[in-house]
Structure formats: C-alpha cells, structure tokens
C-alpha cells in the first residue's frame, strides 16, 4: 500500500559527495517520520538520520556534521546530503517512513529496497 523508492547511490572517492532521495507514494494520509538507516557487510542495520516530525532530527554520531537530513512533505520526499564521506561510509542504505494510511487511518511502517553508496580510499 506504500511505495519507497530510491535513488541516488553510487561510488563516490573518499571526500566526495552524494545525495540519496527516497519518494513515498500509495495509499498514505499523513507522513509522521522519515529516515535513513544503513546495513554495511557483516554488520547490523543502524540509524543514519531522521527526522521523527517536519523540523527535529538525530543523526548518529559518526556523520554529524557531514550528513543532512531533509523532507518535503509536499512532494513525500525525503533526502540525505552526505558530504566529505570516509570509506566507512560504505553501505547499503535503507530509508524509512512510518504514517497513516488513507481509509481506516491505520499506521503503516514502510522500507525501501536499498540504495548501494561506496565510497573508495
């Protein structure tokens, strides 16, 4: 009923730049939170970003100061700026929304399918 897809991963050199995007479509009556996780090999999933309402978010500590988080909720959209990225960056990266559904109103929880980001040395 809900749709996460998205876009913007790659390989990028130690110190570049990537933005990752994530558009939610489906039956969705309101967005609550928007993040971003990330499982890299060997490893389990943790919390990169996200903002749990329009204005608040948390990051993780490895990337403060280098990662943004953003959204549009117009457009149920959510980003990550990540800059000056290290090779521990490497990851899949996962971005999840959580809502309400159109009709009933019931909530929902919903993944993407992942994005690959690796960065090299």
């Known amino acids: 009923q809900v749709q996460l897809v998205e876009s913007g991963g790659g390989l990028v050199q130690a110190g570049g730049s990537l933005r990752l995007s994530c558009a939610a479509s489906?039956?969705?009556?309101?967005?609550?939170?928007m993040g971003w996780y990330r499982q890299a090999p060997g490893k389990q999933r943790e919390l990169v970003a996200r903002?749990?309402?329009?204005?608040?978010?948390n990051y993780v500590d490895s990337v403060k100061g280098r990662f943004t988080i953003s959204r549009d909720d117009a457009k149920k959209t959510v980003y990550l700026q990540m800059n000056s990225l290290k090779p521990e960056d490497t990851a899949v990266y996962y971005c999840?929304?959580?809502?309400?559904?159109?009709?009933?109103?019931?909530?929902?929880?919903?993944w993407g399918q992942g994005t690959q980001v690796t960065v090299s040395s």
């Open positions: 999840n929304v959580d809502g309400l559904l159109t009709g009933r109103g019931r909530t929902f929880y919903s």
């Open positions: 903002m749990p309402d329009g204005s608040s978010t």
């Open positions: 489906g039956s969705i009556l309101s967005i609550n939170g």
